[in-house]
């Protein structure tokens, strides 16, 4: 199992309660709240909703869309993963960028909703002043069998609230683990080549959920 897909599994098992809200930001809810709240919202679905649980294909996207997408920065974790090269991509390249690489996510995230299963997320202690703009939300997934994973977050702040930008697994940030292989795709045929890479891939997870669907009503 891939580093990316691990992450995605163990992000939808936060459960336990988090920390406090800044007093002189009401307005905006804490990076540590926001964590919980959303992957307490997607597991519960993924443990009561019938269509989620039957592999409805449509109905996970469309909590993936709902619930998550909307505090994830894709702008963002596509400039760090394609690195230094981002800034020799044209902005319609930027563009096509981000939108396979959000996809990529998506259907990542997509088909681990029903893979979850019975672990925790406990919380660490938030280091973070009032007037942070970056913060890391640290946290150990406890697993009914096995050692705890370790799971961070990076989230920044925005206009519209805090997102998410990047998460370690096991040690290991995300971002770096798609940069080298988008490194090397550049290497081999350019940001174009990248692309289309991507492209081919996501064609490719697009139809395996129908097979997948296919095979379990055989069954």
Same mark, same amino acid.
């Given at each position: 199992?891939?580093?990316?897909?691990?992450?995605?599994?163990?992000?939808?098992?936060?459960?336990?309660?988090?920390?406090?809200?800044?007093?002189?930001?009401?307005?905006?809810?804490?990076?540590?709240?926001?964590?919980?709240?959303?992957?307490?919202?997607?597991?519960?679905?993924?443990?009561?909703?019938?269509?989620?649980?039957?592999?409805?294909?449509?109905?996970?996207?469309?909590?993936?869309?709902?619930?998550?997408?909307?505090?994830?920065?894709?702008?963002?974790?596509?400039?760090?993963?394609?690195?230094?090269?981002?800034?020799?991509?044209?902005?319609?390249?930027?563009?096509?960028?981000?939108?396979?690489?959000?996809?990529? $996510? *998506?259907? @990542? =995230?997509? &088909?681990?909703? /029903?893979?979850?299963?019975?672990?925790?997320?406990?919380?660490?202690?938030?280091?973070?002043?009032?007037?942070?703009?970056?913060?890391?939300?640290?946290?150990?997934?406890?697993?009914?069998?096995?050692?705890?994973?370790?799971?961070?977050?990076?989230?920044?702040?925005?206009?519209?609230?805090?997102?998410?930008?990047?998460?370690?697994?096991?040690?290991?940030? $995300? *971002?770096? @683990? =798609?940069? &080298?292989?988008? /490194?090397?795709?550049?290497?081999?045929?350019?940001?174009?080549?990248?692309?289309?890479?991507?492209?081919?891939?996501?064609?490719?997870?697009?139809?395996?959920?129908?097979?997948?669907?296919?095979?379990?009503?055989?069954?």
């Amino acid at each position: 199992m891939t580093i990316s897909r691990r992450f995605f599994i163990l992000a939808l098992t936060l459960t336990l309660s988090v920390s406090t809200v800044h007093a002189n930001q009401p307005q905006i809810e804490a990076p540590d709240v926001l964590i919980k709240r959303i992957s307490q919202e997607v597991l519960d679905l993924a443990k009561t909703d019938k269509r989620v649980q039957s592999g409805d294909q449509d109905r996970i996207m469309e909590v993936v869309l709902t619930k998550i997408i909307p505090y994830v920065n894709f702008q963002r974790m596509t400039a760090m993963a394609v690195g230094r090269y981002w800034r020799d991509a044209t902005p319609e390249q930027q563009a096509a960028l981000t939108k396979e690489f959000r996809t990529l $996510l *998506i259907y @990542t =995230y997509s &088909g681990a909703i /029903s893979q979850v299963r019975n672990q925790k997320l406990e919380f660490k202690p938030m280091r973070a002043a009032p007037e942070d703009d970056e913060v890391e939300v640290r946290s150990m997934v406890l697993q009914p069998r096995g050692e705890p994973i370790q799971l961070n977050y990076r989230l920044e702040k925005t206009a519209t609230g805090w997102k998410i930008f990047d998460v370690n697994i096991l040690g290991a940030w $995300l *971002i770096e @683990t =798609y940069k &080298g292989s988008f /490194s090397t795709e550049i290497g081999k045929g350019g940001i174009d080549g990248l692309i289309k890479v991507l492209v081919e891939r996501n064609k490719r997870l697009a139809v395996a959920p129908a097979k997948a669907s296919k095979t379990k009503s055989a069954d």
